[in-house]
């Protein structure tokens, strides 16, 4: 079985920043070669996507992040990262990590930190 754990999130004063880290346990399981990425959710809103990084290196930004967020990632301790800098009250939510495994075609999410950014 595949677990994921956030942590890092807190309360923060907009322009602050934070570090979110993800650790992935499992019997056997490795995220090299699989995409991983995380998502948010803002209170009253849909899950949306924030960044990606694929098993090759290549990451990919929401546009609202671009330029503030960095992705990350270390495959000797299965983990990854987000650094969010230059925060804003509009990057509040709870962020989740995902590992997208292709053999089988599976998602595995952990349960989420808090992110609070005050204006």
């Known amino acids: 079985q595949v677990q994921l754990v956030e942590s890092g999130g807190g309360l923060v004063q907009a322009g602050g920043s934070l570090r979110l880290s993800c650790a992935v346990s499992?019997?056997?399981?490795?995220?090299?070669?699989?995409?991983m990425g995380w998502y948010r959710q803002a209170p009253g809103k849909q899950r949306e996507p924030v960044a990606t990084v694929t098993g090759g290196g290549s990451t990919n930004y929401v546009d609202s992040v671009q330029g503030r967020f960095t992705i990350s990632r270390d495959n000797a301790k299965n983990a990854l990262y987000l650094q969010m800098n230059s925060l804003k009250p509009e990057d509040t939510g709870v962020y989740y990590c995902?590992?997208?495994?292709?053999?089988?075609?599976?998602?595995?999410w952990g349960q989420g930190t808090q992110v609070t950014v005050s204006s």
């Open positions: 499992g019997s056997m399981f490795s995220i090299k070669e699989n995409a």
């Open positions: 995902f590992v997208r495994t292709v053999a089988p075609l599976r998602w595995y």
